[in-house]
């Protein structure tokens, strides 16, 4: 599974580090750390629910 994070979007509300913090890096701003993201294995459920979690809609399934 990858994941898009679009930095134009990101408010860095950082539900999405919350939510899967093993997959959402933030930056030293609290901003998700824009670009593709290779999700680990067994991590998609929490990848999914973080990016389900996002109120700005920064995050694509890809
Ligand atoms: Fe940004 Fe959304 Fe995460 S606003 S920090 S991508 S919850």
Redesign the pocket.
């Known amino acids: 599974m990858r994941l898009v994070?679009d930095q134009g979007k990101?408010?860095?509300?950082?539900?999405?580090?919350d939510r899967a913090p093993d997959v959402?890096a933030?930056d030293d701003l609290g901003?998700?750390v824009a670009g593709e993201i290779e999700v680990p294995e067994g991590k998609e459920d929490a990848a999914l629910a973080g990016a389900r979690?996002?109120p700005?809609r920064?995050?694509t399934v890809v």
Do not use: S
């Open positions: 994070v990101c408010c860095g509300h950082a539900r999405c580090n959402f933030l901003y998700a979690a996002c700005e920064a995050v």
